[in-house]
C-alpha cells in the first residue's frame, strides 16, 4: 500500500479505525483534538459509534460500559483530561477489561500548556488509578509506529482482558511523516465467554469490579498478578541503534528517543561508540534486555521530557552496576540533539563517581541555568 | 545525506502549506520526512513556523536548532532565524517584508520580492510558492519538477485552477540564486 502523510493523531484514530473499532468516546483536549474531530466524522460515515461525552469522567465510563458488551472500543486524552479518567480506569482494570486509551501527554502537572511532555510516565506506567494493576503501556515514537501499535492494541487488549494504553507526546499527535496504513476490518463485536452483550438463553453474567468479601478480592488480585507475568513474559517492545559494539548507550523512549538518535548519530560521527536502547512497551518493561545490555556498557544516559521518572526504573534494572546520567527537559520544552550530544560528551570524558543521584547531578548542573 | 528546512512567517502566509508541499514532494521521491509545526517554546515571538527534515535514512530530531536552510517571510523570522541558519547553509528572504539586509556573510542569501512578484502574477496568496521556487534554486534536496507534480497530485481539486499559476510563481522565485558565499 502506498504511503500516506499523516498527522500523528489522525493516524492514530485511523489505524483505530483499521482495527475494527466500533465505538469511540471521548471529551476534546489540545494536543489530541484532531484524533476526537477526525473520528467525529469517520466512524458515522462508517456507521459506527462515535459519541462527544460531558466530561472526561462521562467518556471513561461509556467506554467501560461499552466494553463489557464486547464491543472493540477506545477513548482517548492529554494529560489533565487522563488524570479525570483515573477512576474509571481502574474500574476497567478491576472488571478485568479489554480497553484501549491514548495519552498524548502534555507540559503539567496541572492545567500546564499544550505542548509536550513525558511527564505523565509515572502515572501512567506505574498506575494511576487505585488498586493493584497492571496497564500494558506503549510508547511510539514516530508515526508508523503509532499506527501498528494502535492497531495492535485491541488484540493484545482482548487477549489479556487488559488496559492497554498507548503513551504518546504532543510533538508526535501534531507532526506528520508519511506512513503505511494497515488493511481495514469491519467493526469488531466479539462474545467472549464474559461479555454481556444478552442472556437470552443462557445463563446472567455479571461484569463487575466490586469484590465484598475480601478473599474473593484476592483471589482476584492475584489472577491479576498471574497474568501480568504472562504479559512480561510475551509482550516486551524495544528497538536498539548501533548497539553492537557500543561502550555507551543513551536511553529514552517515544519523542525524546527519537530526538536522542540525532545525537547518537553525531557522536557516532565524532568517534564514539555509542547507541540507543528506546524501550517500546513501557509496561512490560524490557528489563532483561536492557539489563543484559548495561553489563556489557561503560556507561547509560537517560533522556526523558520530565524529571527522570524512566530514571528510576532505569536504576533499578540496571542495579546500580555502571554509572548512570540523567537528562531532562519539562514544562512542554523538547531537548535539541546538541544538548544531548554534550551530556554524551559528558558521561564519556568526564565520568562521574557511580555513588549520588542522577537526578541530583542534573539538578546541580543545570538548576543554576535556570 | 540530511536537511532540515524551517519556513516561517506572520499566520496566513502559507507557511504550513508550503511545508506541507515540500514534505509531500519528498515523500513521493522515497524519501523519509517529517513536518512539525511551530510548537512549544517556538510559538512565542510572533511568528507561525514549520520545520521540514528530508533525509534518506530514519528521521531521529523533527526539531533542529541549525537548519540547512530557512525561508525568512517576514522581519520577526529574518531575526529569530538569521543566526540558526548552518554555516554554508541557504537563507531565503522575503525582502518585501523586511527593511534590512542580511548581517551573515558564511551563508547563501537569496533576497526576493516575493509579495510584489506575487502581485504581478496577480495573487499575492503565491507568495510562499515564489519563496518555495527561490529555495529550491539555492539548496539541493529536491528538484522543482518533483514539488510541481506534488501539487498537481495533492492539491484539492478545486485548487487545480491555480496550478499553472502556482508553478509560475515557483519560476520566478527560482530566478533568484544566490552569489556564493565569499570567502
Same mark, same amino acid.
Given at each position: 500500500?502506498?504511503?500516506?502523510?499523516?498527522?500523528?493523531?489522525?493516524?492514530?484514530?485511523?489505524?483505530?479505525?483499521?482495527?475494527?473499532?466500533?465505538?469511540?468516546?471521548?471529551?476534546?483536549?489540545?494536543?489530541?483534538?484532531?484524533?476526537?474531530?477526525?473520528?467525529?466524522?469517520?466512524?458515522?460515515?462508517?456507521?459506527?459509534?462515535?459519541?462527544?461525552?460531558?466530561?472526561?469522567?462521562?467518556?471513561?465510563?461509556?467506554?467501560?460500559?461499552?466494553?463489557?458488551?464486547?464491543?472493540?472500543?477506545?477513548?482517548?486524552?492529554?494529560?489533565?483530561?487522563?488524570?479525570?479518567?483515573?477512576?474509571?480506569?481502574?474500574?476497567?482494570?478491576?472488571?478485568?477489561?479489554?480497553?484501549?486509551?491514548?495519552?498524548?501527554?502534555?507540559?503539567?502537572?496541572?492545567?500546564?500548556?499544550?505542548?509536550?511532555?513525558?511527564?505523565?510516565?509515572?502515572?501512567?506506567?506505574?498506575?494511576?488509578?487505585?488498586?493493584?494493576?497492571?496497564?500494558?503501556?506503549?510508547?511510539?515514537?514516530?508515526?508508523?509506529?503509532?499506527?501498528?501499535?494502535?492497531?495492535?492494541?485491541?488484540?493484545?487488549?482482548?487477549?489479556?482482558?487488559?488496559?492497554?494504553?498507548?503513551?504518546?507526546? %504532543?510533538? !508526535?499527535?501534531?507532526? @506528520?511523516?508519511?506512513?503505511?496504513?494497515? &488493511?481495514?476490518?469491519?467493526? =469488531?463485536? /466479539?462474545?467472549?465467554?464474559?461479555?454481556?452483550?444478552?442472556?437470552?438463553?443462557?445463563?446472567?453474567?455479571?461484569?463487575?469490579?466490586?469484590?465484598?468479601?475480601?478473599?474473593?478480592?484476592?483471589?482476584?488480585?492475584?489472577?491479576?498478578?498471574?497474568?501480568?507475568?504472562?504479559?512480561?513474559?510475551?509482550?516486551?517492545?524495544?528497538?536498539?541503534?548501533?548497539?553492537?559494539?557500543?561502550?555507551?548507550?543513551?536511553?529514552?523512549?517515544?519523542?525524546?528517543?527519537?530526538?536522542?538518535?540525532?545525537?547518537?548519530?553525531?557522536?557516532?560521527?565524532?568517534?564514539?561508540?555509542?547507541?540507543?536502547?528506546?524501550?517500546?512497551?513501557?509496561?512490560?518493561?524490557?528489563?532483561?534486555?536492557?539489563?543484559?545490555?548495561?553489563?556489557?556498557?561503560? %556507561?547509560? !544516559?537517560?533522556?526523558? @521530557?520530565?524529571?527522570?521518572?524512566?530514571? &528510576?526504573?532505569?536504576?533499578? =534494572?540496571? /542495579?546500580?552496576?555502571?554509572?548512570?546520567?540523567?537528562?531532562?527537559?519539562?514544562?512542554?520544552?523538547?531537548?535539541?540533539?546538541?544538548?544531548?550530544?554534550?551530556?554524551?560528551?559528558?558521561?564519556?570524558?568526564?565520568?562521574?563517581?557511580?555513588?549520588?543521584?542522577?537526578?541530583?547531578?542534573?539538578?546541580?548542573?543545570?538548576?543554576?541555568?535556570? | 545525506?540530511?536537511?532540515?528546512?524551517?519556513?516561517?512567517?506572520?499566520?496566513?502566509?502559507?507557511?504550513?502549506?508550503?511545508?506541507?508541499?515540500?514534505?509531500?514532494?519528498?515523500?513521493?521521491?522515497?524519501?523519509?520526512?517529517?513536518?512539525?509545526?511551530?510548537?512549544?517554546?517556538?510559538?512565542?515571538?510572533?511568528?507561525?513556523?514549520?520545520?521540514?527534515?528530508?533525509?534518506?535514512?530514519?528521521?531521529?530530531?523533527?526539531?533542529?536548532?541549525?537548519?540547512?536552510?530557512?525561508?525568512?517571510?517576514?522581519?520577526?523570522?529574518?531575526?529569530?532565524?538569521?543566526?540558526?541558519?548552518?554555516?554554508?547553509?541557504?537563507?531565503?528572504?522575503?525582502?518585501?517584508?523586511?527593511?534590512?539586509?542580511?548581517?551573515?556573510?558564511?551563508?547563501?542569501?537569496?533576497?526576493?520580492?516575493?509579495n510584489t512578484i506575487a502581485e504581478?502574477?496577480?495573487?499575492?496568496?503565491?507568495?510562499?510558492?515564489?519563496?518555495l521556487g527561490a529555495l529550491l534554486?539555492?539548496?539541493?534536496?529536491?528538484?522543482?519538477?518533483?514539488?510541481?507534480?506534488?501539487?498537481?497530485?495533492?492539491?484539492?481539486?478545486?485548487?487545480?485552477?491555480?496550478?499553472?499559476?502556482?508553478?509560475?510563481?515557483?519560476?520566478?522565485?527560482?530566478?533568484?540564486?544566490?552569489?556564493?558565499?565569499?570567502?
Amino acid at each position: 500500500m502506498a504511503k500516506e502523510l499523516m498527522k500523528g493523531n489522525v493516524a492514530i484514530a485511523e489505524a483505530a479505525v483499521r482495527a475494527g473499532l466500533n465505538a469511540y468516546f471521548g471529551y476534546p483536549i489540545t494536543p489530541q483534538t484532531e484524533l476526537l474531530e477526525y473520528l467525529s466524522s469517520r466512524m458515522p460515515e462508517l456507521g459506527r459509534t462515535f459519541l462527544q461525552a460531558e466530561s472526561e469522567l462521562g467518556a471513561v465510563n461509556m467506554v467501560y460500559g461499552a466494553a463489557c458488551t464486547g464491543a472493540r472500543v477506545m477513548s482517548s486524552s492529554s494529560s489533565p483530561g487522563t488524570s479525570l479518567m483515573m477512576e474509571g480506569i481502574s474500574y476497567i482494570a478491576g472488571t478485568e477489561l479489554p480497553v484501549v486509551i491514548v495519552d498524548v501527554m502534555r507540559g503539567g502537572p496541572g492545567l500546564g500548556n499544550i505542548a509536550p511532555a513525558q511527564a505523565d510516565y509515572n502515572q501512567i506506567v506505574h498506575g494511576g488509578g487505585h488498586g493493584d494493576y497492571h496497564p500494558i503501556v506503549l510508547a511510539p515514537a514516530n508515526i508508523q509506529e503509532a499506527i501498528d501499535l494502535t492497531y495492535g492494541a485491541f488484540d493484545l487488549a482482548e487477549k489479556y482482558r487488559s488496559l492497554v494504553v498507548i503513551l504518546a507526546d %504532543g510533538s !508526535l499527535g501534531q507532526m @506528520m511523516e508519511p506512513a503505511e496504513l494497515p &488493511e481495514m476490518k469491519p467493526a =469488531i463485536m /466479539r462474545t467472549p465467554d464474559w461479555a454481556t452483550y444478552g442472556s437470552e438463553g443462557r445463563k446472567k453474567r455479571i461484569l463487575s469490579s466490586i469484590y465484598l468479601d475480601p478473599p474473593e478480592q484476592e483471589k482476584t488480585n492475584f489472577r491479576l498478578e498471574h497474568r501480568w507475568q504472562e504479559i512480561k513474559a510475551n509482550e516486551v517492545q524495544y528497538k536498539e541503534y548501533f548497539l553492537e559494539d557500543a561502550d555507551y548507550a543513551v536511553v529514552g523512549f517515544g519523542t525524546s528517543g527519537r530526538i536522542a538518535l540525532s545525537a547518537v548519530r553525531a557522536a557516532r560521527a565524532k568517534g564514539i561508540k555509542i547507541g540507543l536502547f528506546r524501550p517500546v512497551s513501557l509496561a512490560p518493561y524490557p528489563e532483561k534486555e536492557l539489563f543484559e545490555l548495561s553489563k556489557r556498557l561503560k %556507561g547509560l !544516559l537517560v533522556v526523558e @521530557m520530565n524529571a527522570g521518572q524512566m530514571l &528510576e526504573d532505569v536504576l533499578n =534494572i540496571t /542495579r546500580r552496576q555502571i554509572p548512570v546520567e540523567f537528562y531532562g527537559r519539562m514544562g512542554g520544552i523538547l531537548p535539541m540533539p546538541e544538548e544531548i550530544e554534550a551530556e554524551i560528551d559528558l558521561l564519556v570524558n568526564e565520568p562521574t563517581a557511580a555513588n549520588g543521584h542522577p537526578r541530583d547531578r542534573w539538578l546541580a548542573r543545570f538548576g543554576k541555568k535556570n | 545525506m540530511q536537511k532540515e528546512i524551517i519556513i516561517a512567517g506572520f499566520g496566513g502566509q502559507g507557511v504550513l502549506f508550503a511545508g506541507q508541499l515540500l514534505t509531500y514532494a519528498a515523500m513521493d521521491q522515497g524519501l523519509q520526512v517529517t513536518w512539525i509545526p511551530s510548537y512549544g517554546p517556538e510559538m512565542r515571538g510572533g511568528t507561525a513556523n514549520c520545520t521540514v527534515v528530508i533525509s534518506d535514512d530514519e528521521i531521529g530530531s523533527p526539531m533542529v536548532s541549525r537548519p540547512s536552510a530557512v525561508i525568512a517571510m517576514n522581519l520577526p523570522s529574518l531575526d529569530k532565524y538569521e543566526d540558526k541558519v548552518k554555516d554554508g547553509g541557504v537563507l531565503v528572504v522575503n525582502q518585501s517584508m523586511v527593511d534590512r539586509e542580511v548581517r551573515r556573510s558564511d551563508i547563501k542569501v537569496a533576497m526576493v520580492p516575493a509579495n510584489t512578484i506575487a502581485e504581478e502574477l496577480g495573487d499575492k496568496r503565491m507568495t510562499n510558492m515564489v519563496l518555495l521556487g527561490a529555495l529550491l534554486a539555492n539548496l539541493d534536496i529536491l528538484p522543482v519538477e518533483a514539488v510541481e507534480k506534488a501539487l498537481k497530485e495533492h492539491l484539492p481539486e478545486r485548487h487545480h485552477k491555480l496550478l499553472t499559476l502556482n508553478k509560475e510563481a515557483m519560476q520566478r522565485g527560482g530566478k533568484y540564486v544566490a552569489a556564493a558565499i565569499s570567502a
